[in-house]
T-cell receptor, first 114, second 110 residues
């Protein structure tokens, strides 16, 4: 299994600002994913981040709003740009290695935009 | 993509066996079925994964019929600590394409 940490665990931000969320994995992984989860809802995939290539975004999510970096095989960041109250949510990262059977998830980042 | 359907919620009592079914009528040949458990303020945690027939591990069993259009997560003798949301995910082994279900909120009562 993989152990995943996220920073920050929570934050309160003002509208119009940006927040960068960090995701660290304790082992090298092929694929990393970023999700958004509204309270009481299922997970919605934002994008898939592979090392050495551009992130692949799902319908409804764009790079200008959610830029992603993947500088190496253990780390990724998601930036929520020009935030509005509608961006208030939990943001989760997960990782999947080629020798692993499943995705492993971080604890999430709770974001509140005022 | 093989969309999934799960019951929104289920109630059970401590010590009972709980079976949660997920429907995935359009499952593809190379899709696997994975179940996750999520507690409040935590990320989902892997429970079990299967392709066909039956898989068992130390915490659960997964039953998949021959047509693979559904799957059933079986939790033996649940306790209060099993109160959580359970998600069914269907996708290929490398997660190139996958779909997270809407989740089933299991409430275990004393």
């Amino acid at each position: 299994s993989a152990v995943i940490s996220q920073k920050p665990s929570r934050d309160i931000c003002q509208r119009g600002t940006s927040l960068t969320i960090q995701c660290q994995v304790d082992s090298q992984v092929t694929m990393m994913f970023w999700y958004r989860q509204q309270p009481g809802q299922s997970l919605t995939l934002i994008a898939t981040a592979n090392q050495g290539s551009e992130a692949t975004y799902e319908s409804g999510f764009v790079i200008d709003k959610f830029p992603i970096s993947r500088p190496n095989l253990t780390f990724s960041t998601l930036t929520v740009s020009n935030m509005s109250p509608e961006d208030s949510s939990i943001y989760l990262c997960s990782a999947h290695g080629s020798n692993q059977e499943t995705q492993y998830f971080g604890p999430g980042t709770r974001l509140l935009v005022l | 993509l093989a969309k999934t359907t799960q019951p929104i919620s289920m109630d059970s009592y401590e010590g009972q066996e709980v079976n949660i079914t997920c429907s995935h009528n359009n499952i593809a040949t190379n899709d696997y079925i994975t179940w996750y458990q999520q507690f409040p303020s935590q990320g989902p945690r892997f429970i079990i994964q299967g392709y066909k027939t039956k898989v068992t591990n130390e915490v659960a069993s997964l039953f998949i019929p021959a047509d693979r259009k559904s799957s059933t997560l079986s939790l033996p003798r649940v306790s209060l600590s099993d109160t959580a949301v359970y998600y069914c995910l269907v996708g290929d082994y490398n997660f190139n394409k996958f779909y997270f279900g809407s989740g089933t909120k299991l409430n275990v009562k004393p």
